[in-house]
Every structure is written in C-alpha cells, then in structure tokens.
C-alpha cells in the first residue's frame, strides 16, 4: 500500500555455460543440466546450466582470441564456474592432468589457497575464446530481488572429463540429458527454468546445425532486450508490471492463462501508462491468435494489483466494441473496492471452490480458493493437472507478505496457508511478486514456521513486559531495518490481535497487552 517509487536493483554481471557432452550427437544434443537445491531463496528447485557471477579476479585472466576485455573477463568467469560446479575444466594445457589432480586443484581454488588466475598460471593452463561460443546475454527483469547480465556460452566438453557436481551446496543435481527431452519435459510442466535455459533446450533440440548460432541469437533478449513475457510454465505468462507497491518489490506479477481457445487475465495492476500499453500489446497478441477473452480476475484489492483494471477493460472494449468485458472477483473484494476506489465494477462475483475451466486445449481448471488474511477477499487459484497455485499476495517470490488490520487477519492467513499446504502435488507457486516459486512445499513450510516462531517470541516479549506494538517490534523485530518499524508495528499489531483471540493475551482497557490475569 506503500506508493514510494522504488529502483530495481542493478544487474550484476554473470556468466554460464551450455555444456555439450564430448561427442555427442549433433541431431540429438546432450547437454548438462543442473538443478539448483530446494534450499536456496533464490530460484531453488529451478533447472539451469552451470554459471555465476564475476568474480574480482575473473579480470585478470589473458583469454586467448578474445575480442574485447569484457568477453574475456565473462570467459574467466564462465571457465571458473563451470569448474567450480561441474569439475569440467576447459583449458588448453589441461589435457594431461588426471582426475585426481583436477579434483586437487579444485581443492585449491574453494580452500582459497590459490586464486583463479594464479591457478591458471601454475598448471601453464591457458583460456582461449575459441573453445567458448557466445549464444547471447540475458538480462533478469526487474522483478526479482536479484538480477543478472548473463554471457551465456556454448561449449563442449573436453574427452574424459567427467562432468559431475562437486558437493556443491547450491546445487542438488546434475546431469547430461537430451536438450529435447528436457525441453519436453517443461512442456510437461515436470520442470522449471527461466526464459534463457528454456531458449537454450528449445534452440539445442534442433539439432547441432550450422546455424546453430544464428538461432540461438535470434531472440532480442539475447542481446539485452528486456524480456517481458516468461513462460515458467507453459500455457501461464507472468507478466511483470511496474507498480507502486511495497518495497523491496518493484512490480506486480499479471498472468495471462492461455490455452488454445480463452485467455484469462489475472491482476493488471498498474497505473502507469507505458506498462498498460505494453501488457494490452502482449494481450492483443494472444487474442490474435484466435482466443478469446474469459475474463479479468482480481486476487484481491490492493491497489498495486487492481491499478490497471479499469484501463485494460477500456482498451478491449475499443478493440471489439460488440464485446463485454466482465471483471471478477470474491465478493469481499468488490465491497472493499466499493470502499476504497468506487471507479473499479466488479461484474461477477468468485466464491471459494469455484471451477473457472478455460474451452480449449490443454484442459486448464482453476479452482478458486478464499483465502483470506492478506485481505479479506483474497483469492488463490490451484489447477490440480499439474499442480500449480496462483497465489497472489498470500505467497510471494520476493519480499515478504503484510498483515495489516483490519484488512489483514493473522488467524485467518494461517489458516490460509495451511489450506494451500495442505494441496495435493503442487509444484509450482505463482507469487504476486517476483520469479515463481518451485519449492512449494519448502516456501510453504518456510512462511508458516516463520510466522508462528514470531508469535512465540512476542508472546514471550509480552509475558516480560512488552505491551505496545512498537514496544514489541523493538524487542522482536531485530532483523528489520529501522525504516520498516512502522510496517512491522502493523504486523506485531496483527499478532498480538491473534493471541487475544486465543486467550494468550490480554489487552488492557488503555489498549496496552499485557498477560492475562
Ligand atoms: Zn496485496
């Protein structure tokens, strides 16, 4: 609810390899894919090829036929991660060490014994830019908490060197698999990637052609053109918008649900006029295709997710003046938005166990959840096919989710969250904010420990004297910077009003909480 208007943060440069295994068949490519640990916050659980950010040292490598400082610097760096997480070292000199003397020279590098250039250097081993082919820099779009500039580069692995991850605690797994058959699986919603590892699979399983190359570069994402559409799963769009949210978040997630027939549009949430304009161009383009539109539906009503409604709705109307537009949402929504922003109509009213079924192919069926704590008209999507929840703001992939009363309800988000714990076979969340989340149960796990270890340790401040929210946040909120005080204020006021209704606490007629008597 906060409209500060916040920069995203800077992308950081990155490098990764698409290693190709050594003789491999050119109609059918392998190619090593690694799984990130379900652990990490950022994209755990999600396929990717190995890579990670320049180091300080990745500079002072002399790269062999490199065009510019920078691809030789981005060449380092994609050589020493791809050692780093695959053991794979691709250097010429390297030939004739053995396994064992890789592994200790790895060894070397993690203990920090030596540096990545002085290693190089020792061993006579030396990079050159030809054994390192540029298929395109990506840029991670500006709704994640952490953004790259990728170099991305094709390369093949050496003879005998045997790719495999090195107890790497960022990684869960890896392997060489057909980029086909891992393409295939996405679209079988088994896997998740970002838009630059779906690229590389797609392009890969057809086959190592001359031009090769040329198709991988094909898309201007690969040249850093910001990538507006991503396609975690096939068939669901996030599109990020920009907003005035709440930090750290800078955008709200719309998703455009597609099959071959209808198109339902969830959360068009932003008032500026240059994001509209683009996400009505993106919806255009599928209704072109010969879809239809469903609907628009609201998740709940804060403004950052109900900003766009009215402008989109007006932009179908002009495009097919015969057409209704219908807006939807849970009734609880439509009487706060009568509240607070009267201009937005909701025409149809979504209650809890709804079965909203897309015509066309694949069979899409959202089951409508009200989940309310959030807000209390809050609606969570789940299609039980391949397991994917919609989540709006009760989960989100980056940042963390307000319970600000009396729109906000602590018992009731819980309650909430058990519900979406509780569902069969998810695999993936859809956040209000930020990449999806394909640790589901992880993430879940994670938000419910965290609020209920947050309500042991203020009912704890409380029973030693704590009384007001800002008392509390000063005692319990340790890990929130002072800027944020007010906002967690909100949210100890939210728990505090939880264990009143439990009985655990008791507020005094001046409104200080205090033990029970
Ligand atoms: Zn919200």
Redesign the pocket.
Known sequence: ?ISTQVTPVTPKDAAAVILLRHNTNPRAPEVFLVRRSEKLAFLGGYHAFPGGQFDATDAEVAVANASDAETATAISCAARELFEETQVLVARGGEALTQGQRASLLDDLHAGRMSWPALLAHYELHLDANDFTFVGRWVTPPFSARRFDTWFFLVHSPPKQRAHISGDAELASGEFIAAGEAFASWQRSEIMAVPPTLHGLKTLSGGLTDDLVERFLSLPNTARAPVRRIEFRPNYICFPVRTP??PPATHTNCYLIYNSRELLIIDPGSPYEDEQAALAASVDELLSEGRSLREIVI????P??VGGVNALREHLRNRAPSGSVTVAAHRLTAEALGDVMGAIKIDRFIEDDEVITLAGEPEISLRAMHTPG??RG?LCFYEARTGTLVS??NIVGLGS??IDPPEGNMRDYLHSLERMRALPNLSVIFG?HGPAIANAYAKLDEYISHRLDREQKILAAVRHGAATPKEIVAQVYTDVSPKAHAMAERAALAHLEKLVEDGLVAESVLGRFVSPA
């Open positions: 609810m949210t709440k998740t709940h009503v804060h950052d997710h959030h807000a809050h709006g703001d989710v307000l209000g």
